[in-house]
């Protein structure tokens, strides 16, 4: 089993910046893409970056061109780099880690707040 702990998240201001982290430790080898989710207060829970193991990445339309995914040692660390901050980031980032046969890990999030 993989686990995964977030870090970084906190309080910024509308067009402020901030980087997330997410550590895996366990099976990594298991791992095929990891990725970063939210949820807003009341919202379902959507994607927000996706990196694989060949570093193709993918993002929401809403954070194209503004969030970045990049990834350390294969995919051992995962970071989301988050400028130009809106209002309408905050929610509960929540680290995603998916296995070779689909599965899925997940860490427990960690908490954005942007303030306009």
């Known amino acids: 089993q993989v686990q995964l702990v977030e870090s970084g998240g906190g309080l910024a201001q509308a067009g402020g910046s901030l980087r997330l982290s997410c550590a895996a430790s366990?099976?990594?080898?298991?791992?095929?893409?990891m990725g970063w989710y939210r949820q807003a207060p009341g919202k379902q829970r959507e994607l927000v970056a996706t990196?694989?193991?060949?570093?193709?990445?993918n993002y929401a339309d809403s954070v194209k061109g503004r969030f970045t995914i990049s990834r350390e040692n294969g995919l051992a660390t995962v970071y989301l780099q988050m400028n130009s901050l809106k209002p309408e980031d905050t929610g509960v980032y929540y680290c995603?880690?998916?296995?070779?046969?689909?599965?899925?890990?997940w860490g427990e999030g960690t908490l954005v707040t942007v303030s306009s």
């Open positions: 366990g099976s990594i080898f298991r791992i095929n893409a």
């Open positions: 995603n880690a998916k296995y070779r046969n689909g599965m899925d890990a």
């Open positions: 990196i694989t193991t060949g570093s193709s990445t």
